[in-house]
């Protein structure tokens, strides 16, 4: 697979950035965008025709720190049919991004110490085939069942969609795993066995 077929597979949107980590260079960039292989929708963003420009992987690529949570993650999880008013991302404490583009970008950020920071994150496809960095599903549905602000059905259809996919065994020792790492007073393992029964 050459370097373009290559980006194109991992990121259908890319900012320039991306595009020189996969080894283009400023002049090849901008020929591409000349002769239509790529299109310029922004300063330093791009996208492969026949592809709709794809907000969480570019929001992934520009906040490379940035780990998708909570709603988004369901998002991308396919655990949710809610539409995103906003984009939940966790960075690391002491990390803080410029606030005018948290805001462009209409990101609701919030902080983790390293060690909750790191605690399950993985990398996935978007629905429209970009590459994200974000929580695992068992610990997305964690963090949502935790929160206080996440509405109830919100709650209980991700779950009822989470079971739906008949997770695998190691996927809910994962669970279990992740529930005594951060959340050793959850309800979620008990309302799981309600509903499996």
Do not use: C
């Not at 373009?4 to 591409?32: M, R």
């Not at 209409?106 to 996935?124: D, N, V």
């Not at 549905?141 to 008949?166: C, F, G, H, R, T």
Request: charged letters at 25%; zero cysteines.
């Amino acid at each position: 697979m050459n370097t373009l077929t290559q980006l194109e597979h991992d990121y259908p949107t890319f900012i320039y950035k991306t595009a020189q980590a996969y080894g283009l260079s400023k002049d090849e960039i901008h020929e591409l965008s000349t002769d239509g292989t790529i299109k310029k929708i922004g300063r330093g963003i791009y996208i492969f025709p026949d592809y709709l420009l794809d907000e969480f992987s570019l929001i992934s690529q520009k906040f490379s720190r940035g780990i998708f949570s909570l709603v988004s993650a369901l998002i991308i999880h396919d655990l949710t049919d809610e539409m995103p008013l906003h984009y939940d991302l966790i960075f690391p404490q002491g990390y803080h991004p410029n606030a005018a583009s948290l805001k462009k970008y209409h990101i609701k950020a919030r902080y983790l110490s390293k060690k909750r920071y790191l605690l399950g994150i993985e990398t996935a496809q978007t629905e429209n085939g970009g590459t994200v960095q974000v929580y695992s599903k068992e610990r997305t549905l964690l963090d949502v069942w935790e929160s206080k602000q996440i509405q109830p059905y919100i709650k209980n259809d991700a779950l009822k969609k989470y079971l739906a996919s008949s997770p695998s065994a190691k996927r809910l020792k994962n669970l279990t795993e992740i529930k005594d790492e951060l959340y050793p007073n959850s309800t979620l393992l008990k309302v799981m066995e309600v509903s499996l029964q």
